[in-house]
């Protein structure tokens, strides 16, 4: 029985398990994260990059983020945008 059956068998119990067992269970964990943060990750497109795919002038832009139309994500001090949210709003206006 490894640790996620005993896990799963008894989550209030006390068990005692070797090292090897224990290393076995922390790289399925590290896995399991591993593949759920691959599906998560996004590309951001900086203010210049989203002016350009556009095609609209830096008033524009920050109307649009400003009005939420396009939401940025601010990341120390510069707005980035969504990959995904500039592509969908690409589809909307052609």
Same mark, same amino acid.
Request: proline share 2%.
């Given at each position: 029985?490894?640790?996620?059956?005993?896990?799963?068998?008894?989550?209030?119990?006390?068990?005692?398990?070797?090292?090897?067992? /224990?290393?076995?269970? /922390?790289?399925?964990?590290?896995?399991?994260?591993?593949?759920?943060?691959?599906?998560?990750?996004?590309? $951001? $497109?900086?203010?210049?990059?989203?002016?350009?795919?556009?095609?609209?002038?830096?008033?524009?832009?920050?109307?649009?983020?400003?009005?939420? $139309? /396009?939401?940025?994500?601010?990341?120390?001090?510069?707005? @980035? $945008?969504?990959?995904?949210?500039?592509?969908?709003? /690409?589809? @909307?206006?052609?």
């Amino acid at each position: 029985m490894n640790i996620k059956e005993l896990l799963d068998s008894n989550p209030n119990g006390i068990a005692i398990v070797s090292l090897q067992d /224990l290393k076995e269970f /922390l790289r399925e964990i590290v896995k399991e994260v591993d593949s759920e943060n691959r599906v998560e990750k996004e590309e $951001y $497109y900086t203010s210049d990059q989203v002016m350009r795919r556009l095609k609209i002038a830096e008033a524009t832009l920050y109307r649009w983020t400003r009005e939420k $139309y /396009l939401p940025a994500v601010k990341i120390g001090h510069r707005n @980035l $945008y969504r990959q995904s949210d500039v592509e969908a709003l /690409l589809k @909307l206006r052609s």
